[in-house]
């Protein structure tokens, strides 16, 4: 089983906009019947994920990445996908605040991803000695097998 993950464009200049136009959904409200929706409806159609080649990018590669799950019903359907999460790095350099902004299929992989982000590390930012949270900051997960 093979999937990749990329991280692209954490600052944005142009936001990048959901085909759904709801409000980011908190992380409290991700699914938890992801391999019944996928046993039971087969491989789900995946929409173009949003284009980030014209955000800014800031060089705010996390130190420690961990890849997420693949869900198991997913994998078994051949089921592919992604999901855009923002964040902040709080000033030890953790991830804090994250919200689901957009993902396809919905109800499949934004559990898995908000799972992985939750363990992932950056640099903090340091002004005049302390750590200072970032706000705002985004990545594209993918799911591929």
């Known amino acids: 089983m093979k999937f990749s993950l990329v991280l692209v464009g954490l600052l944005f200049l142009i936001s990048c906009q959901s085909t759904s136009q709801q409000p980011a959904k908190q992380t409290t409200n991700t699914s938890t019947n992801t391999n019944k929706q996928v046993g039971q409806l087969g491989k789900l159609p995946v929409k173009k994920p949003p284009d980030f080649s014209k955000a800014v990018a800031v060089n705010n590669n996390p130190i420690i990445r961990v890849h997420p799950r693949y869900p198991a019903a997913a994998s078994k359907a051949g089921q592919e996908g992604w999901v855009v999460l923002e964040f902040t790095i709080n000033k030890y350099g953790g ?51």
């Open 95 to 145: 991830t804090d605040k994250i919200k689901i902004v957009d993902a396809s299929p919905e109800g499949i992989f934004e559990k898995d991803a908000i799972n992985a982000l939750k363990k992932w590390k950056y640099k903090p930012k340091v002004i005049a000695e302390k750590g200072v949270a970032q706000p705002g900051q985004r990545v594209l997960i993918h799911f591929n097998l």
